[in-house]
C-alpha cells in the first residue's frame, strides 16, 4: 500500500518524480524517498513523513540532476515508518536500487539464507532482502539485471509491483508486478512508471497496464520488453489510450479534495448514469448487465463483497435490489467472507465492490468465489484496476479519481450503478410494472439536481459543526434504506475527525445505545419521509426524553421532527429507495467541516491509505 513512480527518458526526473509522489500520496504517506541517476552516482535521499517533507529535504541535501529516477510513497507494512526503512533500498554492493509496493511475506527466510552468504541489513524492510536477493542471483548466476529479476522473484511469495535499475546500466530499468498496480507510461523516448497513471498523465495518454507475474524491461531508444515472470513468454503489451485528464487530479480552487469531491458528486452521478439510463425510451443499458442476463436471472442469490464505505453501497444495494428486483442478498466483509468458508455455489452471483479496485481482501474474495464456479461481477471506479480485470465482467462508476482518502464520490455513484443494475433486473423479472420502472428512471435522472441543492446546506451544516465539533461520541441513527447511511456518517467522521461515532438500525437503539444518550450526546438521526417516518419520530422522541442533542436529516418542508430536534438539515424529496444518495451529502459536509475545525489531515487521515492491497 505505497506509491512508486519512475522516470527515464531526456527530461530532468526529479520534477516529474516529486509531483507523481504528490499525486500518489494517496497510497501510503507516513514516509517517502527518491534516487536519482546524475550521470555517474546515485543520489538518494529518504524520510520519514510527507513527500513535502521529502521535497525540502531533498533540496536542501542532495543535486537533483539526472534523467533517471525512481520514487515511493510509504505505508508501513514490515519495519516502522522512519528514514532506514523507508524506500528506495540499495543492494549490498550500492549499485542496484529498488522502490516496492506489496509485501514479501517469505522475506525472513530469504534473509536468513542472505545472512549466512554475508549480507547486511540497515533496515527492517522486505524490500531490502529483494534487493539483496537481486545482487545474489545476480552475482552468483552472472545474469543481466532482467534475467536476474526474474529468476530472484521466483523465489518470492508475497505482492509486489517494483521498478529497479542497476548503476553500472543507466539506461534501463526493470519493473515486475503481482498483486499490486503497475502503469507504464509511454513518451516519446522516455517511459514514466508508476502505481496508477496520475504521475505522468501531462506527459503521455499512452499507458501500458502490466498483468500479474509480468516483467518489463524499459529501455531507452528501444521498445519496451514484457515478459511473464514465470517463464520467458514475451508478451505482446496493449498500449491504452488514457481518458484521464489534469484537471481531474488537481484540487481545482478548494480546499481540500475532499470538499471538491463532495461537491463533484452532481457531475459523477450524471456521469455514472450517461448513457445507461434513457429516460425517455425507459430503457436502462448497460452491456456488463446485459451481456450476462441469464446468469443474473438464474441466480439464487446475490452476494455482495466489499470493504468499508463500498460495504456500505452494498448494503444500501441489498435493500434495493430485494425491493425492486426480488432477489434475495447476501452483503460480506470481503475480508471475513474470504476466510470463513462460505457456502458458494455456480448458482451464485456474486458483486464485489470497490471504488481503487486494488482492495486486497475484495480481491481474495472475488478468486475464492470464481474458484467455486461462481459468476462475479465487478463495481469499480479505477478503470483497468486488478478487480475490475479479474471479474468476470462489470460496471464502472464514473466518479473520475477520487483522491482524498475518505471516499465520498464512490460511495453515491456505488449507489447509484447498483440502483442501475437492480432497475434493469426488476424490468427483466417483471417485478415492477413499467409505470413504476419509468417513474424510478425519471427520478433517478432528477438526483444531481438535488445532490446540488442538498449541497446548499453547507454553510448551515457548518454551524452545525461549530456547535458540536468538541464532542467526543456522535450517535447517527437511520432505518430502512437509510440504515447505512447512518454507518457511513459515522465511519465518515470517525476516519477524519476521530471522534469516536457509531451508526446504528434507530430501532435497535433501545436495545443498548440507549444508555449512552445523555445532554453531550449528539445524535444525527435520517428521517425523511416514507421510509417508517412515524416510527422514526418516536425514535427521536424517546432521544429528546433523555435530554440527547438531535440533528435530523430531514425532508425538504419536514415539520414534526423540526419540533423536537435540536438541528434540521433538510434534503429535497425523492423515492425511498434513492434517499441515501441525498441523505449522505449533509453527513459527508458535517464530518469534513468537524475535521476542518479540529484542525485534523481531512485528505491523509492518520494510518489511513486509499487503497488498502494488504490484508
Ligand atoms: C472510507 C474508505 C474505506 C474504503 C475501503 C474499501 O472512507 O475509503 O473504508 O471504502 O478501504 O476501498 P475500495 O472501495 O477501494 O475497495
Known amino acids: 500500500m505505497c506509491g512508486i513512480v519512475g522516470y527515464i527518458g531526456h527530461r530532468e526526473a526529479y520534477p516529474i518524480i516529486i509531483k507523481g509522489l504528490q499525486r ?76 516496492h509496493n506489496g509485501i514479501i511475506e517469505n522475506y525472513d527466510s530469504l534473509k536468513q539464507e542472505l545472512i549466512k552468504r554475508g549480507y547486511t541489513f540497515q533496515s527492517d524492510t522486505d524490500t531490502e532482502v529483494l534487493i539483496n536477493l537481486i545482487e545474489d542471483v545476480k552475482k552468483n548466476e552472472n545474469l543481466k539485471l532482467g534475467k536476474a529479476v526474474q529468476v530472484a522473484l521466483n523465489q518470492v511469495v508475497g505482492a509486489y509491483a517494483i521498478a529497479v535499475f542497476d548503476k553500472n546500466k543507466p539506461n534501463e530499468i526493470v519493473v515486475a508486478k503481482l498483486g499490486s498496480p503497475l502503469a507504464i507510461g509511454v513518451g516519446d523516448d522516455e517511459f514514466f512508471i508508476a502505481s496508477d497513471a496520475s504521475p505522468f498523465i501531462e506527459y503521455t495518454k499512452n499507458a501500458i497496464y502490466l498483468e500479474d507475474e509480468e516483467m518489463a524491461i524499459i529501455r531507452r531508444g528501444k521498445d519496451i520488453k514484457v515478459r511473464k515472470i514465470q517463464n520467458d513468454n514475451l508478451v505482446d503489451p496493449y498500449v491504452q489510450k488514457l481518458q484521464l485528464n489534469l484537471e481531474q487530479i488537481e484540487k481545482g480552487g478548494y480546499e481540500h479534495f475532499m470538499l471538491k469531491e463532495i461537491y463533484e458528486q452532481p457531475s459523477a452521478i450524471l456521469d ?96 475464492l468465489a470464481k474458484s467455486k464456479g461462481a459468476f462475479v461481477f465487478g463495481v469499480c471506479n479505477v478503470v483497468g484496476s486488478t478487480i475490475a480485470r479479474e471479474t468476470n465482467a462489470g460496471a464502472y462508476t464514473h466518479a473520475g479519481p477520487e483522491i482524498g482518502v475518505a471516499s465520498t464520490k464512490a460511495f453515491t455513484t456505488q449507489i447509484t450503478v447498483l440502483t442501475l443494475i437492480a432497475l434493469r433486473l426488476a424490468r427483466a423479472k417483471g417485478t415492477m410494472s413499467s409505470s413504476e420502472f419509468r417513474q424510478h428512471l425519471i427520478e433517478l435522472e432528477m438526483i444531481p439536481a438535488k445532490v446540488e441543492e442538498a449541497l446548499k446546506s453547507d454553510a448551515y451544516v457548518k454551524t452545525i459543526a461549530d456547535i458540536y465539533k468538541d464532542s467526543k461520541n456522535f450517535l447517527y441513527l437511520g432505518r430502512g434504506f437509510n440504515f447505512p447511511v447512518a454507518l457511513e456518517g459515522a465511519l465518515k467522521l470517525k476516519e477524519i475527525s476521530y471522534i469516536h461515532a457509531e451508526g446504528y438500525p434507530a430501532a435497535e437503539m433501545k436495545h ?27 425514535n427521536i422522541q424517546e432521544i429528546k426524553s433523555r435530554k440527547g442533542r438531535i440533528i435530523g436529516i430531514v425532508t425538504k418542508g419536514d415539520t414534526s421532527v423540526k419540533e423536537l430536534a435540536d438541528y434540521v438539515i433538510e434534503v429535497p424529496e425523492t423515492l425511498e429507495c434513492l434517499t441515501p444518495l441525498l441523505t449522505t451529502i449533509p453527513l459527508q459536509l458535517l464530518s469534513y467541516h468537524i475535521a476542518v475545525m479540529l484542525n485534523k489531515n481531512v485528505d491523509q487521515p492518520r494510518n489511513l491509505a486509499k487503497s488498502v492491497t494488504v490484508e
Not at 52 to 78: F, V
Not at 81 to 97: A, E, F, K, R
Request: net charge negative; glycine share 8%; aromatic share 6%.
Open 24 to 99: 500518489l500520496e494517496y497510497r501510503g504517506y507516513d514516509s517517502a524517498g527518491i534516487a536519482l541517476y546524475d550521470g555517474t552516482n546515485i543520489k538518494l535521499s529518504k524520510t520519514k513523513g510527507k513527500v513535502s517533507d521529502l521535497k525540502e529535504k531533498i533540496e536542501n541535501e542532495i543535486s537533483t540532476k539526472g534523467t533517471l529516477g525512481i520514487g515511493h510513497t510509504r505505508w508501513a507494512t514490515h519495519g516502522v515508518p522512519n528514514d532506514v526503512n523507508s524506500h528506495p533500498h540499495t543492494s549490498n554492493s550500492g549499485d542496484l536500487v529498488i522502490i
Open 272 to 367: 455514472t448514469f450517461r448513457g445507461r439510463l434513457l429516460s425517455n425510451e425507459a430503457i436502462i443499458k448497460m452491456v456488463g448487465v446485459e451481456d450476462n442476463m441469464k446468469k443474473f436471472l438464474a441466480a439464487d442469490r446475490i452476494i455482495i463483497v466489499a470493504c468499508g464505505t463500498s460495504w456500505h453501497a452494498g448494503l444500501v444495494a441489498e435493500y434495493i435490489f430485494e425491493d425492486l428486483a426480488r432477489i434475495p442478498v447476501e452483503v460480506e466483509y470481503a475480508s471475513e467472507f474470504r476466510y470463513r468458508n462460505p457456502v458458494i455455489t455456480e448458482k451464485d452471483v456474486v458483486i464485489a465492490i470497490s471504488q481503487s479496485g486494488e482492495t486486497a481482501d475484495t480481491l481474495a474474495a472475488i478468486k
Open 512 to 538: 443498548g445505545p440507549i444508555a449512552l444518550i445523555d445532554e453531550q450526546m449528539p445524535v444525527v438521526v435520517i428521517a425523511t419521509k416514507k421510509g417508517h417516518y412515524e416510527k422514526v419520530v418516536s
